[in-house]
Nanobody, 123 residues
Framework: QVQLVESGGGLVQAGGSLRLSCAQSGRTFSVYDMAWFRQAPGKEREFVAHISWSGGGTNYADSVKGRFTISRDNAKNTVYLQMNSLKPEDTAVYYC????????????????WGQGTQVTVSS
């Protein structure tokens, strides 16, 4: 069983930065592709960023490209989401997810999900 715990959320002014972390326990971290998703109030959950198991491949939603960076440290069993130039529309609960299948992450059917961390960006 894999457990995912997100941290690093909070309240920040527009233009500011936050770094989210997602720590995995329970299985070998380095075999899993990881992704971040978010869900704003009244909206559906949406994809934010994905990173391959090796860290060699990443992709981003158009809405965050150039502002957010996903990375991972396999020695620490942790994936990160560095968020810069935050906008009020980035306000959401952010979730990390893990799966050995990139397709499962792409279709939001990943096996493992964290509980989420709230990010609020004030204008």
């Amino acid at each position: 069983q894999v457990q995912l715990v997100e941290s690093g959320g909070g309240l920040v002014q527009a233009g500011g930065s936050l770094r989210l972390s997602c720590a995995q326990s329970g299985r070998t971290f380095s075999v899993y592709d990881m992704a971040w998703f978010r869900q704003a109030p009244g909206k559906e959950r949406e994809f934010v960023a994905h990173i391959s198991w090796s860290g060699g491949g990443t992709n981003y939603a158009d809405s965050v490209k150039g502002r957010f960076t996903i990375s991972r440290d396999n020695a620490k069993n942790t994936v990160y989401l560095q968020m810069n130039s935050l906008k009020p529309e980035d306000t959401a609960v952010y979730y990390c997810a893990a799966d050995r299948s990139p397709r499962a992450l792409a279709t939001m059917t990943a096996t493992y999900w964290g509980q989420g961390t709230q990010v609020t960006v004030s204008s």
